[in-house]
């Protein structure tokens, strides 16, 4: 009984100061009850609306356009099990101070939406120490387009309380990785957070699944085992990707505001400009018959569920006429005194045997494009170096792609050091023994 009077005697309080307000400053007290009013009725969700039809579901920047150096996409250079395709991008500050130094900026909401989820990752060394704290942030702004802010350095502190703080989230797998589901309204341009670079994803789920030759390798939940551990259904599936169905995210900005976004696509320190019509693509689309795309080391398993299992073969979103290998260490042959550098640079030379590799473009069967690449015969991949920069490759890469004998396709790759150029091969072209076979 005593503990509903002092209920009731607060909410009379709580009354009457509103009513005071409004008596001695009648327009504070007119938005205060407003405000009070709009908190106490029910708001209809942004993330179950439909989404606009003929505009942009999109209406602002990423981020202040002053402090953006350059917008990378990523998936170039990257294997299921990092962020892809490439449509999901990079936001690369400018410098602050010094060359290696970027400049922190603030990660702005694009459009009045809904958070729905919130994520919290402890970033640790080889050796298991942590090196930092980074934040993911999703959200919709209507019922079809998701959203998400990745590789934040910190989230805005209204958000975190609005989520009812870190007490309230849910371990994925264990303490370092922490999530909670949210209905979180922002507004147009709200700090979501703020970061040195950060990432941004979108997914349209009314859009047609991207080609896939194995889109079942895509569908696996990567948080599969963390209902175990008691995560909600829902949560999961707030976090969970949609792969075949990412986009890029400057295709749903305004017409108006797209094309100034579009015009900052170039790699990560602003030195080379995209050339392609469309460098904010897909260039993981798997070829079906061809090399192009993802290739696994095992037959079933793919790289959700185990991050060193894929590697990818796809042109450079940036420069078409450029060719990647994303190995990513994962081709024994590749070892470090093929790299050209001094052989007392040995962790220089270690790193950089497990490097993604690059080199032009070519024709016939020396350097020729992924997707026109076939089964049966033997190809040759000559003047190669690490990453786009790095030091050459003393060597060359042989490919054949292959069918197994249930139907499955097959690839297998060597690096070869015993030629400096494909015409010194003997002919005809073959494997010495040494290569590694991937799987579709």
């Not at 005071?20 to 007119?30: D, F, H, L, V």
């Not at 009812?164 to 909670?180: V, Y």
């Not at 920069?389 to 060597?395: A, D, E, R, T």
Request: proline share 6%.
């Amino acid at each position: 009984m005593a503990s509903g009077y002092y209920v009731r005697l607060a909410a009379v309080l709580v009354v009457a100061a509103v009513l005071g307000i409004a008596i001695y400053k009648p327009e504070a007290g007119r938005g205060l009850i407003e405000g009070v009013a709009a908190a106490s009725e029910p708001r209809e969700s942004l993330a179950e609306k439909s989404c606009p039809i003929g505009a942009a579901p999109l209406r602002a920047a990423f981020a202040p356009l002053d402090d953006v150096l350059s917008i990378s996409p990523l998936g170039g250079v990257t294997a299921p099990g990092e962020p892809l395709p490439a449509p999901f991008i990079r936001i690369n500050t400018k410098s602050a101070g010094s060359v290696f130094e970027r400049r922190v900026t603030q990660a702005l909401a694009p459009a009045r939406a809904d958070i729905v989820a919130i994520e919290r990752r402890v970033d640790r060394n080889t050796d298991g120490a942590a090196t930092g704290v980074s934040w993911t942030v999703r959200f919709k702004p209507c019922e079809n387009v998701s959203v998400y802010y990745d590789r934040l350095d910190e989230i805005d502190d209204s958000l975190l309380a609005r989520a009812g703080g870190l007490a309230a989230f849910t371990e994925l797998g264990g303490p370092d990785h922490l999530a909670i589901e949210t209905r979180i309204r922002v507004r147009e341009g709200e700090v979501l957070g703020k970061a040195d670079g950060f990432d941004v994803g979108l997914y349209d789920l009314a859009a047609a699944p991207a080609t896939l030759a194995r889109p079942e390798r895509y569908d696996a939940n990567p948080y599969q085992h963390a209902e175990v551990l008691g995560a909600p259904p829902s949560l999961l599936k707030a976090i969970v990707p949609d792969i075949a169905r990412a986009r890029c995210a400057i295709d749903y900005l305004p017409k108006d505001l797209a094309p100034v976004w579009s015009a900052k696509l170039g790699d990560v320190w602003g030195m080379r400009s995209a050339k392609g019509d469309n460098a904010c693509r897909s260039a993981l689309a798997d070829t079906p018959g061809a090399a192009q795309g993802a290739w696994f080391t095992d037959a079933s398993h793919n790289a959700l569920t185990n991050k060193v299992s894929a590697i990818a073969l796809a042109p450079d979103a940036i420069d078409p006429e450029r060719l990647i290998f994303a190995l990513h260490g994962r081709l024994r042959s590749l070892t470090p005194d093929m790299v050209a550098l001094a052989p007392m640079l040995e962790a220089e030379r270690k790193k950089a045997a497990q490097d993604f590799l690059t080199f032009e473009r070519g024709a016939g069967r020396i350097n020729l494009s992924f997707e026109k690449a076939r089964k049966g015969e033997v190809y040759c991949y000559q003047n190669l170096r690490a990453n786009f920069v790095g030091p050459k490759i003393n060597g060359v890469l042989l490919m054949q792609l292959s069918e197994a004998a249930n139907g499955a396709a097959l690839m297998k790759l060597e690096a070869r050091s015993d030629v400096m150029s494909c015409i010194d091969l003997e002919e005809p072209w073959s494997f010495s023994g040494n290569e590694t076979t991937f799987y579709r």
